[in-house]
Every structure is written in C-alpha cells, then in structure tokens.
C-alpha cells in the first residue's frame, strides 16, 4: 500500500551573530531583483528567512507574510501554484513531488536532525515500552499520518526486524503538538512522537522518558529543506542568492550566538510582527538542528527517503537522478 505524502513539519528559530556581514552574492547589477518573497509563516515559529531577514543579510530584499500553515505539503504546492515564493516540507515529501514533475528545486535545509536537536518518541515514565518490540499493539501519537514522523518510525521498526508500522500493529493517531502531551499523560495514546521543542517541553516536565530518537535512526540528517520554483531560479538569480545565501547565514549565526540571545531574538521578532502568538515554546530552543554548514543540501538528504518509498509502494522512484531535485549553487557555502 502507497503510503500518503501528507507533512507537517516543525521550524526551528535562527539567530544571529553580531560580526557576520551581508555575504556576497556574485551577481551583475543588470540581473532582475524580485522583492518582496511571499511566504507563509507558522504560528508561535521564527523561521531562518524570517531571522535573516531580521539580521539584514538578505540586502534589499524583503519578506511577504500572507498567512500562516501547518502543513509542508500545502506549502510547497503553494510555492508551485504561484502563490507563495518558497514553502518547506519534508524531504520525502519534496523527492516525490520534483520527481513527479513540480517544477521546482530544494534548495536550503529547514531541519534536521543532530544529537542536540531531534524529534523523539516518549512514553510515561511507567511504561512497559523500552525498546521496537513494546511498540507492537500500542497506539502513537504523530503530528501528520502519512508523514516524516511514520517515515522515522518505521525504519526504526525495520532496522528491529519488525517490519513497519502496519506489520506492527501500531495506530497512529494524529494530534497537533500543542495536545500530544495532554493525550499522552491522560492514557489516550501510549507514546508520543513529537518534535523539538514539543518534546523538550515534555521532558523539562518530567515523568516521561524518551525510548528513540531521529538521530538514533539517522545520525546527522537533513529531514525538511525550502524549496522554489524553477522558473523563479532562472528569472531571478540574483534575488536567489540573497535569499539563499542570508538564509545560510542565519543558520550559522544560530550555531554560534549565545543560546539566550537566538532566544531573546526569535522573541522579539514574534513579538513586533502583532499575530497574538504564543511564545513561551521559544524558551526550549536548543540549536539550529541542521548538521550540514550554512544548510548545505546533499544526496543523503533524500535517499535515505527515496528507499522508503521505493519499499513502500513508489518502485518507479527507484531510478531517480537524485541531484535533479536540489542544487547549493546559491549558497554562499557552495565553494
């Protein structure tokens, strides 16, 4: 059976670093400038465009809120649509919608996971479950059905030799994060897959333990990148640049800035832009999450998902060109 494609993915804050400069983006002075980039936001989210954009470094060009999403696959159908300049997704999500035929290019990491920062899965403190085999039977609670989350899970099943989650009995139940631990304490789920800073939260107050994590199935890994439309990228490459390459700026200012002042920062973005949202979350952040400098895309950032579908009803994905569907040419990283 074809699993669904359906995403919802977190966003980490960025920061920056007081002694970073605007970089250079190598572009003639007669190339068009697209400006403003629309955008959709996430509710309670400071995104790496946003901050690069708070921090100056993407020049003279600025950003366009027209609204808010909480799903990837709604926001990069956004981007190929024409209503949205670029939208992030999950990198399953983005192999099989370019290899499909969507006009359009990842371009920059959005998240990942490292062994500071990574979605987890958690049960009560009491819980029988420690390990794959626990899993068998139980329910777990997951963002999206469809999505990253089951994605992750089943090759934790699968490097256990219990097969995915159908051939475990597993139920997924979809939650938003906001609930996930309400219905976990409360006995409506037995385990709650969630992603920073939900899960830090979950931890902070206790009686939970995690029993794996993304970086336990991956290591370094790159799960969601932002993607734009080819047409976008040939007419425009000199707006290309200064997004990308502000946006790989904003990701090593948050490596690097203390972690209090990336906090303080993403606080008083949300804060002036006037949206009622809550941003007591932002107190959890970590890191970026992204393994790679500047979020500099490679292969593995998408085979690893290309293999899943390939075993999970999307043989036909097998034989895809995988550097067809992103290109660092626009980050100022790419030496």
């Known amino acids: 059976m074809e699993k669904r494609e359906v995403i919802g993915r977190r966003l980490f804050l960025g920061g920056a670093t007081a002694g970073l400069l605007m970089p250079s983006v190598h572009a ?22 946003e901050l690069a954009q708070d921090l100056g470094y993407m020049g003279p060009v600025r950003l366009e809120w027209v609204g808010n999403t909480i799903s990837g696959p709604q926001d990069i159908q956004a981007v190929i649509t024409r209503d949205v300049d670029f939208g992030l997704a999950f990198n399953g999500a983005v192999l099989k919608m370019i290899a499909y035929g969507a006009p359009a290019r990842a371009v920059i990491a959005a998240s990942g996971a490292t062994q500071a920062e990574s979605a987890e899965l958690f049960v009560l403190q009491n819980s029988p479950i420690s390990s ?17 989350l089951e994605v992750s899970l089943d090759h934790y099943l699968q490097k256990a030799g219990l097969g995915n989650v159908d051939d475990a009995g597993i139920t997924l139940v979809p939650l938003p994060p906001v609930a ?128 899943w579908y390939v075993k999970n009803g999307s043989p036909e994905l097998k034989g895809i060109n995988i550097n067809k569907i992103y290109d660092n040419i626009f980050n100022c990283y790419d030496t």
């Open 28 to 49: 003639r002075a007669d190339e068009a400038l697209r400006t403003p980039l629309r955008y959709q936001g996430w509710p309670g989210r400071v995104s790496f465009p």
């Open 132 to 148: 794959a085999s626990g899993l068998r039977g139980r329910s777990v609670g997951v963002n999206v059905v469809g999505a990253e």
């Open 180 to 307: 996930m631990e309400g219905a976990l304490r409360m006995g409506r789920i037995d385990a709650a897959f969630t992603a920073p800073p939900w899960g830090d939260m979950l931890r902070t107050r206790g009686g939970v333990r995690s029993v794996f994590s993304e970086y336990d199935v991956y290591g370094d890994q790159i799960m969601s990148t932002y993607v734009m439309r080819d047409t976008f990228l040939q007419k425009y490459p000199r707006t290309a640049r200064y997004f990308i390459s502000g946006t790989a700026r904003a990701i090593e200012w948050a490596r690097s800035a203390p972690r209090q002042e990336v906090i303080a920062r993403a606080k008083a973005i949300v804060s002036t832009r006037g949206r009622g949202e809550n941003t007591s979350p932002l107190d959890y952040w970590k890191t970026p999450g992204i393994p790679t400098q500047g979020g500099m895309l490679t292969e593995r950032s998408f085979t690893v998902f290309q293999d």
